[in-house]
């Protein structure tokens, strides 16, 4: 199934660097949409709301737990088509993306309150088309913030993994039963 640009679902998701839990989740979805068969019917991806690590490829574990866990996650042909994504790099979140994207997702509440700010000072919120919301409110169990594994080990990403396939798992839910 092919959409045209307008009939896209535009996804961003932000984080504080854009080399973890923005990029694992902008991963994510990619690979469950391809493996439903409906990529084209999504842009997706992600940014940082700090000028930390721009142009930075993510965090090595961030590609290692993705690379453990996506194979669980997503169909085998989507797997082969996930390796293939070109290398990302890190950009800043901009008040261009309140109009380009319809969901933005914080990782957890210190990235939704620096998007909201951007907000506050945007010169493009009368075009803002975006519903911003914390990633963790998809959760199966509670509302959660998608915590930041940067600081800890391999576990920390996993359970980051764990988290953000779980929410994006029940956001396509609710796509899927508004159309």
């Excluded at 990782?107 to 519903?131: C, G, P, Q, R």
């Excluded at 409110?137 to 988290?163: A, L, Q, R, W």
């Amino acid at each position: 199934m092919s959409a045209d640009s307008k009939n896209q679902k535009k996804v961003l998701f932000v984080c504080l660097g854009n080399i973890c839990r923005s990029t694992m989740a902008e991963i994510v979805l990619r690979g469950l949409v391809h493996s439903r068969g409906i990529l084209d019917d999504f842009q997706i991806d992600s940014a940082g709301t700090s000028s930390y690590h721009i142009g930075d490829t993510p965090d090595p574990r961030t590609v290692q737990s993705c690379n453990q866990n996506m194979g669980r996650a997503i169909s085998e042909e989507s797997l082969k088509h996930f390796k293939s994504i070109p290398l990302h790099r890190a950009r800043q979140f901009t008040d261009e993306d309140f109009s380009k994207f319809d969901y933005i997702f914080a990782m957890d509440e210190s990235n939704l309150s620096n998007i909201k700010k951007v907000l506050k000072h945007s010169t493009t919120k009368d075009n803002h088309i975006a519903t911003i919301k914390r990633l963790g409110e998809y959760h199966t169990h509670k509302k959660i913030n998608v915590e930041d594994p940067y600081y800890g080990d391999m576990s920390n990403f996993n359970i980051c993994f764990n988290h953000v396939h779980d929410c994006l798992v029940n956001f396509l839910k609710e796509i899927e039963s508004l159309n």
